[in-house]
């Protein structure tokens, strides 16, 4: 999923293939069976090119954390107690990050005229803003990829 998170576009296995093999020595159907199983749990979506499918994400990797992070708050008895606990573990950065996107999603006319930071500026131009992101990794098993 990282390849086709980065490349942002339909990938194939070949490429995908290509771009592991400068790391390590992988099969053609080892990456085949990977994108195949992420295109059956709802990850990826493929479209046919000659004898070849192409893959593209579903979901973005920010949409698939924030599913992760909420599949994980839902399921604490303490929900309030959680969260304190993981701001609690938040870098200062960290905790800006999390300041600004309060602020993003409150939207213009709570905010207080203060000057964004860049993390905030990449959140807003990353997610576009209607309802929560859809993303079928938030009900399916995770499996770490």
Known sequence: MSRVWKWNRPVTVREVLEDLQKERSIAYTTVMTVLDNLHQKGWVRREAEGRAYRYEAVSTRAAYAAALMNDAWSQSDNPAAALVAFFGMMSEEQRRSLSDAV???????????????????????????????????????????
């Open 103 to 145: 602020r993003i999603v409150q939207g213009p006319e709570t905010q207080e005229p203060t000057e964004p930071s860049e993390s905030a500026e990449r959140a807003e131009r990353a997610e576009p803003r209607e309802g929560p992101p859809e993303n079928p990794a938030s009900t399916r098993d995770h499996g770490g990829r």
